[in-house]
């Protein structure tokens, strides 16, 4: 928990205070806590802070104010992201540039890494080498850092350049300006916890929104109030859905149309996925491959039906497959004295020929659903004329 708010209707000073927490854990309770109080909205700051607290002294300036929940929200995930220094540079410039408002603060959240902040002079070897890294955008090769008059470039610093004494330190701002990566609308991309696939969602007709980024699998109440930040709450407005794979390998995705999808549907297929146990997702990935999925739909069924797949990450040929079925699979007794008597390729290939199987880098994978693929899949919206694509059978 990095805030803790208590947040008021402004127009209904009678309506129940809400206590929330950032970054939020469950979205729906809140949601649904806010909406019963007259606030909450996806857009609107609507919501005034009563009282507020955490460890950050430069959000304690937002009593008072009404903000969004879900820029509160992304705020708290940025902060979250901070290590020391950063959290030393972000309060430190938050202060000497009386960034007081949560956009604003959003933006400074993406430079404040550029400020030196002193809080200790006593040891100028660290001052210079940190004030370098601080403007060579964050590091530099081991072997640059020791070569350093780290010294030197801290006493030039303290010198020649103006500071702001802050309670934090002294705020070298090092020429930094706080550009407007966040307007107000669509948040700029940033992953705050692992998901299977970030997608891009645009809409070319409001280019001054931006793009919405969307971290699937994820709530749906979540996704609706993105697309309605980004402007995109009729999916008519989606000029178009851009997937950058995450959790999964890109190869998951390079059939699938996005033209045809919704952010719905690529989400229902990342909850599907994200069910899948980690030995589970290894199959998954060959089953893919097999099939040559074309739709988020189909992706989701897979996930969901992973249970009419073999899968043998072992094996790699006839002989193999044999061996394996014989030896290890447990059908049969199996004799290793007797391992020159077994003809496990001539087994393999008669197994081969009464499977729709096939061979791929990661192993043997088969179907062996009773019904064909094209029925099980039946009830998906498959383009006319066109049943599953069965790329390896």
């Known amino acids: 928990m990095i805030i803790n708010a208590i947040l008021l209707n402004p127009d209904k000073p009678g309506m129940q205070p809400v206590d929330a927490t950032f970054p939020i854990e469950d979205h729906e309770d809140l949601y649904r806590r806010l909406s019963g109080s007259g606030i909450g909205d996806a857009v609107r700051r609507d919501c005034r802070v009563a009282d507020i607290g955490g460890a950050f002294e430069a959000l304690l300036l937002l009593k008072g104010q009404n ?25 430190g410039t938050a202060a000497a540039m009386s960034v007081t408002d949560v956009p604003s603060l959003i933006n400074l959240t993406f430079c404040c890494q550029q400020a030196t902040v002193i809080s200790d002079f006593s040891d100028l070897r660290v001052i210079g080498k940190e004030h370098y890294m601080n403007t060579h955008g964050g590091g530099a090769p081991v072997s640059v850092i020791e070569a350093l008059d780290s010294e030197r470039i801290a006493r030039e610093l303290i010198e020649n350049e103006t500071g702001i004494a802050t309670p934090h330190g002294v705020v070298y701002s090092n020429s930094m300006e706080i550009e407007q990566l966040y307007r107000g609308r669509g948040f700029p991309a940033y992953l705050h916890d692992q998901c299977l696939m970030a997608v891009e969602v645009t809409n070319d007709s409001a280019p001054d929104i931006g793009s919405t980024w969307l971290y ?47 952010p719905k549907t690529l989400n229902d297929a990342a909850v599907a996925i994200s069910k899948l146990s980690k030995d589970d997702l290894v199959k998954f990935h060959a089953a893919v491959e097999y099939v040559e999925p074309y739709s988020a739909s189909v992706l989701r069924e897979i996930a969901r039906q992973l249970d ?41 290939e008669m197994r081969l020929q009464n499977e729709e199987g096939t061979f791929l880098d990661r192993g043997y994978i088969s179907y062996r659903g009773e019904a064909p693929m094209e029925t099980v899949f039946s009830e998906q919206e498959m383009p006319p004329g066109q049943g599953m694509a069965m790329g390896g059978a």
């Open 308 to 348: 009419l797949f073999d899968f043998y990450p072992t094996v790699s040929d006839a002989a193999e497959y044999g061996r394996y079925m014989i030896a290890e699979s447990g059908h049969f007794e199996y004799d290793p004295e007797l391992d020159d008597y077994y003809d496990f390729e001539g087994y393999g």
């Open 67 to 91: 903000v969004n929940v879900d820029e509160l929200d992304y705020l708290a995930k940025r902060i979250e992201s901070f290590f020391e220094p950063e959290v030393r540079q972000f309060e």
């Open 216 to 262: 699937m699998p994820m709530p749906e109440v979540c996704m609706e109030r993105m697309l309605e930040r980004g402007g995109l709450s009729d999916p008519s407005d989606i000029s178009r859905l851009d997937i950058e794979a995450a959790g999964l390998s890109a190869d998951v995705f390079s059939l699938i149309d996005t033209a045809s999808e919704t």
